[in-house]
């Protein structure tokens, strides 16, 4: 694992499917703001265990994980009873440093079929479904201590996880 692995192209994506529960929205049906961080953490834990690795076990190490940047935007609402996908995908990887894109989307019964069927990872570009929120977190590596790690030091079969995921196109081979 060389140097070119210090930083990489963006992982593809993959999915977490979920319906909006009645306590997320308010009166009105519609989602309220903060549980769109919620959902970027559900589909960045999921994405993570895809991959054959558990924040659990990362904690179990003494590494953690905290966001360190987050960005936002909201397009439409979630509403009440909607069926959602949330899309996420690394963005940037390094030593010292992990950064994550999402996407959450609104997706009709045939979206989400289709979805299904691909085993929750998502190989194209153009993303299914009506967009939702954009939004994009930026996380460090730390010990217990909150002190910043180099990942390739402290834990190296995690970044070799990682890296190895990432450079065969988000396929874990271990």
């Known amino acids: 694992m060389g140097k070119e692995l210090q930083k990489l192209e963006m992982s593809r994506w993959f999915t977490t499917d979920l319906r909006v529960r009645y306590q ?9 703001h903060a549980n769109y961080l919620n959902w970027f953490e559900i589909g960045r834990t999921e994405m993570i265990r ?18 360190i940047e987050l960005d936002m935007k909201f397009k ?3 509403r009440y009873d909607d069926h959602i996908t949330i899309f996420t995908r690394i963005t940037n990887f390094t030593k010292l440093r992990i950064s994550y894109s999402y996407e959450i989307r ?5 979206q989400y079929t289709h979805i299904q069927s691909s085993a929750g990872k998502w ?5 299914p479904g009506d967009l939702l929120v954009t ?4 996380h460090v590596w ?12 402290v834990a190296p079969n995690l970044y070799n996880a990682l890296a190895q995921s990432l450079a065969n196109g988000g396929n874990i081979d271990v």
């Open 24 to 32: 997320e929205s308010d009166q009105m049906g519609v989602v309220y």
């Open 50 to 67: 895809e991959l054959g690795i558990t924040y659990r076990s990362m904690e179990e190490q003494g590494i953690l994980l905290p966001v």
């Open 76 to 78: 439409q609402p979630a």
């Open 106 to 110: 609104r997706l009709t019964p045939d």
């Open 123 to 127: 190989l194209g570009d153009e993303l």
């Open 135 to 138: 939004g994009t977190t930026g």
């Open 142 to 153: 730390l010990n217990r201590e909150w002190r910043p790690i180099r990942l390739d030091s």
